[in-house]
């Protein structure tokens, strides 16, 4: 039985939910109770972008696992590349936030709009324009936000006792 380390894993997990759904964060990704909130921003440049795939290359880990071929791990293009660095960094958020959470932290990526186009012009093609249009010298900004608690107001009148 092969041993899989947790970053292989975590990446597997994190390849799946964005290779599954195209879609920034929906309206109702939030339980009722909690409310979106935007835990911090991002901005990444085009030479950041590069040196994330590059490093992710480097180190054999497409997809968390080990693929002899690019042609075998699915779409890895520029599109890929940056969506999965904006996913890393959002759970990278989920270690730095100190309060409760109902939900991991998702990135919501602002700009560019390319990035974001979910139809194919291209009919003959097949391939969604996001990974027809979008490319790493357009950078990447965006939130990482998460899903918290919505504070209830104590109604009018109401003492708070402090012991």
Known sequence: MRHVSPLSFLLCLLAASTASAHD????????TGTQQVVLRQFSFSERQLVEYRNQRLADGSVLGSACNTLKTCGIIDEWYWANQMAHEFALGSLLRTTTSLSESPMPVVRSPLTFNLNVDLKPVNGILDHHDQYRFSQGLAGDVVACRAIATPLPSGTQVRTR
């Open 24 to 31: 920034t964060v929906p309206k109702t990704w939030c339980p």
